[in-house]
């Protein structure tokens, strides 16, 4: 079921990187993340129209959700090539999983493409993680509204733990077993 190629996926996810992150991760960076079992890719691969979310662990490619329907302004009626549109890195450890990186290409912005992967990476990992983490700029709004939105809570602050510009990085967590102690 390959869909693209694991090189041309890092050079996609680098440029999405460099347009939504004041601090983008390297290639060198990404290839880590890619060759680590316990490392998770989720990305929105497909056309102008319509799209697919795959997950990739390890060198496996496996189908998360089928086709979606997107809708924004410049979609084409005959795309030419896949796209990628977004991504979202994380950890799978011990029962436990960390949200590290989700970015959406900006001519995909505000289509609903974050929104669907963070609900397919949880739903995708609900069966053996129990508890979820991720931090994010405290002035992040967009992201910690949908983060809250599918259940996420903030739990604390690291104070200063961003650079260029210096913030505090709020970390939240979820817990889907219902467990609240």
């Not at 693209?4 to 290839?31: A, C, G, H, T, V």
């Not at 690291?158 to 967590?173: A, L, M």
Request: contains cysteine.
């Amino acid at each position: 079921m390959a869909t693209i190629d694991e090189d041309l996926m890092l050079r996609q996810i680098s440029y999405i990187e460099k347009d939504n992150f004041s601090d983008p991760w390297s290639l060198e960076s990404l290839w880590g993340a890619m060759v680590r079992d316990y490392n998770l890719i989720y990305f929105a691969l497909g056309h102008k129209r319509k799209y697919s979310i795959y997950s990739f662990r390890g060198g496996e490619e496996i189908l998360v959700e089928c086709l979606r329907d997107i809708c924004y302004k410049d979609a084409e009626e005959k795309p030419k090539e896949k796209l990628l549109m977004g991504y979202i890195i994380a950890t799978d450890i011990a029962g436990e999983t960390e949200l590290l990186r989700i970015a959406v290409a900006d001519k995909f912005k505000k289509a609903g493409i974050g929104r669907q992967l963070m609900d397919a990476y949880i739903d995708d990992l609900k069966d053996h993680c129990d508890k979820y983490f991720l931090e994010v700029r405290e002035s992040n709004e967009v992201a910690r509204g949908i983060y809250e939105k599918v259940g996420y809570k903030s739990i604390s602050v690291r104070k200063n733990y961003y650079k260029n510009p210096k913030e505090d990085g709020v970390i939240y967590s979820m817990d889907i077993t219902g467990d609240t102690t």
